[in-house]
């Protein structure tokens, strides 16, 4: 635990022993000598704020080695209750978190991306936008245009309804990398998945029967459409009022298809 060896060098390079680095901070000794040899199963984040103020340091510094942020950044107490609140996940939960941070940032990047071609098609002269649309029309790589089925009855972001195989429409898409990899679309209903995915977004589905831990999916559970995180033994919704479902409590559990995007509302 290297943390523990950084509060041990600051405390040492400021001569200070363990009963006056507890006086400063408040920390039982107790609780402070756990800390420092390394058998406190979930310290709190609040006594690692209090060492680092008694010893003068940050906290990214005693946590992770980064020496003191230029940008003086702070946590507020919404910050610190996350990081509380993550440190006393077990570690299938801090997996399960890190893949949505990760996908987060994944499509927070995507996005960015798109815009600097947006911004250049709006200023494109309008003769050259003629050409290049047509070109791309005929083009594999370009904007062309491709249906995909869509399931007009929701499979649900929420408690879950049924999803029926034979009741289809169709729905036109551009043809790009991403809708290519669509084997249908699928409007989901309630509110378990945001603030990513709300209530009538239509999203885009991959279909395959297995998923990797972490990915989004769509489960059929004893008969009923289910559009949640893979947690492998449990389905989880990205709004936390929505507890866990646990797949044990199904007799017919299926995987329907990896969720790959959603199509951006016109």
Avoid: H, W
């Amino acid at each position: 635990m290297d943390y523990i060896k950084r509060i041990k060098q600051i405390k040492s390079e400021r001569k200070m022993t363990n009963d006056e680095l507890a006086e400063k901070t408040g920390i039982p000794g107790g609780t402070l000598s756990k800390i420092l040899a390394g058998i406190s199963e979930s310290p709190k984040l609040s006594n690692f704020v209090a060492i680092c103020q008694a010893l003068n340091c940050s906290l990214d510094y005693i946590m992770y080695g980064i020496e003191e942020n230029p940008n003086n950044y702070t946590l507020d107490e919404n910050e610190i209750d996350m990081i509380e609140r993550f440190r006393a996940l077990d570690g299938r939960g801090k997996e399960t978190v890190l893949s949505i941070l990760e996908k987060e940032e994944s499509y927070r990047q995507e996005e960015e991306k798109s815009e600097p071609v947006k911004r250049a098609r709006i200023l494109t002269p309008e003769p050259l936008r003629s050409r290049l649309a047509a070109a791309y029309e005929s083009s594999d790589n370009g904007f062309g245009k491709r249906t995909l089925p869509l399931y007009d009855l929701p499979v649900s972001a929420g408690v879950g309804v049924m999803l029926d195989g034979d009741s289809t429409d169709e729905i036109t898409v551009s043809d790009n990398s991403r809708t290519r990899e669509a084997d249908f679309a699928l409007r989901i209903s309630g509110n378990s998945m945001e603030p990513r995915y709300r209530d009538g977004d239509i999203l885009l589905v991959q279909e395959t029967d297995t998923l990797e831990f972490g990915e989004l999916g769509i489960f059929i559970l004893d008969g009923n459409g289910f559009f949640k995180v893979y947690g492998g033994d449990r389905l989880y919704s990205l709004n936390p009022e929505y507890g866990d479902i646990l797949l044990k409590d199904f007799d017919d559990v299926r995987v329907a298809g990896k969720v790959i995007g959603k199509l951006k509302k016109r």
